[in-house]
């Protein structure tokens, strides 16, 4: 007598499938040819800035004039990160078409080629299904995630570079960082499929939402800001007549700096519903640290009194300091899958 399949594995064997037939998908392997192979190019483009940059670093040359803008600072040596922060700005552009084509026609294409019902029919239930098939997309993700640090790996090698532990440990938090940014878009992909009337739709309404994630989101972020935040304090003209009493001034300054940081606490909040915004915000803090510290009014900088001249966080203690993003981008997906969960377990497939 043959034991039954539990229910963890019932689980993994559709995932595996679901899998199999992503490696087999003509679509998928196009997008996902497309997508390493921007992401070489620009890994190729960052592995020699690298390389030129540690040369002038080595030399007596060091490329002091690139900045003449900061008084007083003093270059340092420059880390092999940058290199990653190439691969951010491809995966940050372009890793939501990939997530898209792996998840927009889960649900709709079986749904209507009967192939679902085939499958609800057997001894394997509709939560067993949903997970399964997320597991099977999010690996196929994860293959390409992996795929492109390697090729990140291998060109640095290849030029006799050498990671650090304290660096790699830095690629592997991004690594992770970059598969929960993919698993956000397929999510939302695995969402539309599952609400959607076909395939078509469902990837319609999958590139809607990577439009309002990167355009509508910031955007009504500033006009958000801008009417909530109100009006600021009134200039003080310090060559009007009368000039100013020093107290009237330094009142003017303390009002100033308050309506800006309001400002600032504003727009953070409405930045963490932008994926992009997050994982951009994270990828600079992982890959360059003390560019990070630098920008202003970001709300997530690493914002120090003195940026030039203050020691870089550790890989902990720069976690600490951006857990709102990181709280954002665990958030996002978990709602998008939490909804397609629910709604594909509510589903009439008659």
């Not at 270059?75 to 898209?100: C, Q, T």
């Not at 007549?241 to 940081?261: A, G």
């Amino acid at each position: 007598m043959t034991g039954r399949v539990s229910g963890p594995n019932r689980t993994l064997l559709v995932a595996g499938k679901e899998f199999a037939d992503h490696l087999a998908s003509r679509r998928f392997t196009l997008v996902l040819l497309l997508f390493l192979i921007l992401c070489s190019v620009s890994l190729y483009e960052g592995v020699e800035n690298y390389s030129e940059k540690l040369a002038a670093y080595s030399g007596d040359t060091a490329s002091v004039p690139k900045f003449e803008g900061y008084p007083g600072w003093m270059p340092e040596k420059p880390s092999l990160l940058v290199v990653f922060l190439n691969l951010a700005s491809m995966v940050r552009d372009y890793g939501p078409l990939l997530a898209i084509a792996t998840g927009f026609d889960l649900i709709t294409r079986e749904r209507w080629s009967g192939s679902l019902k085939t499958l609800l029919s057997r001894p394997v239930f509709r939560d067993e299904v949903i997970t399964g098939k997320a597991i099977g997309g999010f690996a196929a993700l994860t293959l390409a995630m992996s795929i492109a640090v390697l090729i990140a790996l291998t060109l640095l090698l290849l030029s006799a570079i050498v990671p650090s532990p304290a660096e790699l440990g830095a690629i592997l938090v991004f690594w992770l960082v970059s598969l929960v940014y993919l698993f956000t878009f397929f999510s939302v992909a695995l969402l539309a499929s599952s609400v959607a009337a076909d395939s078509g739709s469902a990837l319609v309404w999958s590139l809607v939402a990577i439009f309002v994630f990167s355009s509508v989101v910031p955007m009504a972020g500033g006009i958000l800001t801008s009417v909530v935040a109100g009006t600021p304090p009134d200039e003080v003209d310090l060559m009007g007549d009368p000039h100013p009493t020093e107290e009237e001034w330094l009142q003017y300054q303390e009002e100033q700096r308050s309506f800006i940081e309001h400002q600032n606490r504003i727009g953070m909040i409405v930045h963490l519903l932008s994926p992009q915004r997050n994982y951009l915000e994270l990828s600079v803090a992982i890959t360059a640290p003390r560019f990070s510290m630098w920008i202003d009014p970001d709300p997530f900088a690493l914002r120090t009194p003195n940026p030039e001249e203050d020691p870089l966080p550790d890989l902990p203690g720069l976690i600490a300091l951006i857990w709102q993003p990181i709280v954002a981008m665990l958030a996002l997906p978990a709602v998008f899958f939490g909804v397609a969960y629910t709604r594909f377990m509510r589903m009439d497939l008659r």
